[in-house]
C-alpha cells in the first residue's frame, strides 16, 4: 500500500538542484584563468562542483592565478555568477511547480547551500511567494557540507526533527551532507557530474521534477535507508 505520511519539511541545495548555475561558474572559472594568461579545462568545473568557495579559491590558485588572493578569486567570481544569476535564474525543469505544491500543502521549506549569501537571498527573492521560508549560506557560522550541520540548522530553524524532513542534493559534499542528517534524502542527478548510485549516496534518483506529484514526495520520505 502507497504511504500518505508527508515530511514535516523540505530541504534544497541550489547548485545543480534547484537551478543550473553551474555553466555561470565555469564561465567565471574560465574568464577567472583568461585574465591570468592560462588556458581553461572544462574538466576543472566538474572537478569544483558542490566545493566550498574557499575550496574553489585554493584550486584556482594553484591553477594558475597565483596573483590574487583568495579573497580576490571568490569576490571576482561570485560577481559574474551573481550579475548572471540576478538575470535569470536557470531554474531545473519543473521544480518552480513543486516549490508552489508544497508550499500549498502546507509544507516549511528551507535553501541549504554553500552559496555567498546574495545569491541564496536572490533565490528566494525569485521562488515562488512564501514557498522557501530562509536559507543556510556560506557566511552562516556552521560547518560546510559534507558535514550534516547546515541541515540541522535549517531542521533547528523551522522547528523540526531532522529525522522528519526530505532533502533534495546533486553533488558529493552534499549527498553525503544529507546521508549523515538522519532525513530522507533525494539525489537529483540532471546535471550532476557524479554518479550518485555507483558511489552510492543515495537511493533514491531523480533527473529534474517534471510531473512530481505529493505522491512521490511521500514515496521518498518513506523510502529511507
Not at 588572493?69 to 560577481?79: C, G, L, R, T
Not at 553525503?176 to 558511489?199: C, D, Q
Request: aromatic share 8%; glycine share 8%; net charge negative.
Amino acid at each position: 500500500m502507497a504511504t500518505t505520511k508527508l515530511p514535516a519539511a523540505v530541504m534544497w541545495d541550489m547548485d545543480g538542484t534547484l537551478i543550473n548555475s553551474e555553466p555561470y561558474w565555469g564561465e567565471s572559472e574560465e574568464a577567472l584563468l583568461a585574465r591570468a594568461g592560462k588556458e581553461w579545462d572544462p574538466n576543472i568545473a566538474k572537478t569544483l562542483q558542490g566545493a566550498s568557495l574557499a575550496f574553489v579559491a585554493e584550486y584556482m590558485q594553484k591553477a594558475g592565478v597565483p596573483d590574487l588572493s583568495a579573497e580576490e578569486i571568490i569576490e571576482f567570481m561570485v560577481d559574474y555568477v551573481y550579475r548572471k544569476e540576478v538575470e535569470r535564474l536557470p531554474w531545473t525543469a519543473g521544480v518552480t511547480d513543486v516549490l508552489t505544491m508544497v508550499r500549498d500543502a502546507d509544507i516549511p521549506q528551507y535553501l541549504v547551500t554553500s552559496s555567498p549569501e546574495p545569491m541564496a537571498r536572490n533565490l528566494v527573492e525569485q521562488a515562488p511567494e512564501g514557498s522557501l521560508h530562509g536559507y543556510i549560506c556560506n557566511e552562516t557560522p556552521v560547518p560546510h557540507k559534507p558535514s550534516p550541520e547546515p541541515y540541522l540548522l535549517a531542521a533547528q530553524k523551522l522547528g523540526v526533527d531532522i529525522k522528519d524532513c526530505l532533502i533534495f542534493e546533486d553533488s558529493v559534499p552534499g549527498l553525503t551532507a544529507a546521508g549523515k542528517s538522519g532525513a530522507a534524502w533525494v539525489s537529483v542527478t540532471g546535471y550532476s557530474s557524479i554518479n550518485a548510485r555507483e558511489l552510492g549516496l543515495a537511493h533514491n534518483f531523480i533527473e529534474n521534477f517534471d510531473g512530481l506529484e505529493m505522491g512521490d514526495i511521500a514515496r521518498f520520505f518513506s523510502e529511507r535507508a
